[in-house]
């Protein structure tokens, strides 16, 4: 009889064992199925879109409800990881728009230390994983680039404008020169 009691403590203590492993399964799930659904609303954030990151979310959804704690771990990994692919490649994209922008006006124009400053950061923050700070730095490079080459184009234009008053003040006829 005493040796039963012993196997049915110990049966107990196994079985209190393995709910209190189950809850922490739960809770780590839950936890990174909750970091993939921040990761993905970042994507939307930065208007990009990750198919995978989508697919995998659901999969993750799925496999939660489901009780599969261990899919929802690997399936929302997956996701936070697409879903940085996606972020870093929007950064990249914001970058490259631009670089071209400023190759726009290269002759015409000097690129300041502070925008070169912010390229490097911009880089330097996608490389690092720091998305959201690199995607905003990314944006405010665009928008003194587009700043930079609207400035060079209108200096341009003033500066053909005078020419051609300077010309026609000469009585020379530049329609047809």
Do not use: W
């Not at 990009?48 to 261990?70: I, Q, V």
């Not at 950061?121 to 587009?146: C, P, W």
Request: hydrophobic share 35%.
């Amino acid at each position: 009889m005493a040796d039963d009691y012993i196997k049915q403590l110990q049966l107990s203590k196994q079985i209190e064992q393995k709910a209190k492993e189950a809850a922490k399964n739960r809770r780590t799930a839950e936890d990174k199925l909750a970091e993939a659904e921040k990761a993905l609303e970042q994507v939307h954030a930065f208007s990009a879109h990750s198919a995978e990151a989508e697919r995998t979310f659901n999969e993750a959804n799925d496999a939660f409800k489901a009780k599969d704690y261990k899919t929802v771990l690997s399936h929302s990994i997956r996701c936070i990881e697409a879903c940085n692919q996606a972020r870093r490649a929007r950064i990249e994209e914001v970058l490259r728009s631009s670089t071209e922008l400023l190759d726009l006006g290269h002759g015409r124009q000097v690129v300041s230390p502070q925008i070169k400053n912010l390229i490097s950061t911009v880089r330097e923050d996608s490389e690092q994983g720091r998305f959201e700070h690199g995607f905003n730095m990314a944006r405010e490079l665009y928008e003194k680039a587009d700043k930079l080459v609207n400035r060079t184009v209108v200096e341009a234009f003033g500066d053909a404008q005078t020419k051609a008053l300077f010309l026609e003040g000469m009585h020379i006829n530049i329609d047809s020169k």
